[in-house]
């Protein structure tokens, strides 16, 4: 008797060093993996989907930056691009000209974007006026392979990135609080309203303003002894952290989560832990700032 080909399950990492893909089977093992320079991604886009797709995976869970819950490709528009990544969708750049590479290659694949930690229904609303970063999609997909990986119902996950750190709170199997990376940068307000009304200010004036150890420190030890939670660090810096359970594995954890949540997505074995990421809405969805509707007028004519 034949042999029955093997139901594949794509996860992309999208890092800010390196894009991870990461290739499981129905019962979540890795059969392939591999990265590629971020900075080689724009030029390779159209290869690295065409490999993909090569493989005729049952689904692909697409890099999604700043998340949006389960967008199929092909209804990835300028205003979805813009969302994801909150850059002009007509400029190249890794994440955007890979979801265009998607959705000309992986349509026929079950290919979709997964939502950010904002957009998740498990956080109260409360927590969210405001902001846009409680976490960045691959956060999710990082302890959403930790949910699994470990079947752990309650614990925090600081992840300790080259250039992010961020934290995500799991209480009874749901995502319940996040803090990004740009939350956790440290940048004063009245240093930005002084950068934007003398000079200018723009992202990598917020991302290189360092990470906050103290900070991230007295979050994670917060939840910790409120809500007797276990800690996971993970991520390429996670030893400047000195609390905290870590694993060394070969593999990027959220390139991982994201097959992992493909799978889950499209019915497979571990569907089980799909509700886990019930979701809608968008990042900016909770914003409540003065004049914030002129820009919401301006993405819709995108």
Not at 107 to 134: C, G, H
Not at 259 to 274: E, P, Q, T, V
Request: charged residues 20%; proline residues 4%; neutral net charge.
């Amino acid at each position: 008797m034949a042999r029955q080909p093997l139901m594949i399950y794509v996860g992309i990492d999208p890092g800010s060093e390196t894009y991870a893909f990461a290739f499981v089977d129905e019962l979540g093992n890795l059969i392939k993996y591999f990265e590629i320079c971020t900075d080689l991604v724009e030029k390779s886009s159209i290869f690295l989907a065409k490999l993909i797709a090569d493989y005729r995976p049952m689904a692909v869970a697409l890099p999604s930056g700043h998340g949006l819950p389960f967008y199929n490709i092909r209804n990835i528009n300028n205003r979805e691009i813009f969302i994801l990544t909150l850059k002009d969708p007509l400029s190249h750049g890794p994440l955007r000209d890979f979801l265009l590479a998607s959705k000309q290659y992986l349509s026929f694949y079950n290919s979709f974007t997964i939502p950010s930690v904002i957009e998740l229904n498990s956080l109260p609303n409360d927590r969210k006026v405001n902001v846009i970063d409680k976490g960045t999609a691959d956060k999710v997909a990082s302890t959403f392979f930790y949910r699994v990986y470990l079947k752990l119902d309650n614990f925090i996950l600081v992840e300790m990135g080259r250039r992010f750190t961020a934290i995500v709170i799991v209480i009874n199997g749901k995502i319940v609080d996040g803090y990004g990376g740009t939350y956790l940068s440290g940048l004063d307000g009245e240093i930005a309203y002084l950068l934007h009304k003398y000079s200018r200010i723009d992202k990598s004036t917020v991302y290189n303003v360092g990470r906050n150890l103290e900070l991230t420190r007295i979050i994670v030890e917060w939840y910790s002894d409120k809500y007797k939670l276990p800690i996971i660090v993970s991520g390429y810096n996670k030893n400047y952290l000195e609390i905290g359970k870590k694993y060394d594995f070969k593999f990027k954890e959220a390139a991982v989560g994201a097959a992992f949540i493909a799978n889950a997505y499209s019915g497979g074995l571990l569907r089980h832990y799909i509700s886990m990421l019930d979701s809608s809405g968008t990042p900016i969805s909770f914003v409540r700032l003065k004049e914030w509707d002129e820009i919401i007028s301006w993405i819709e004519t995108l």
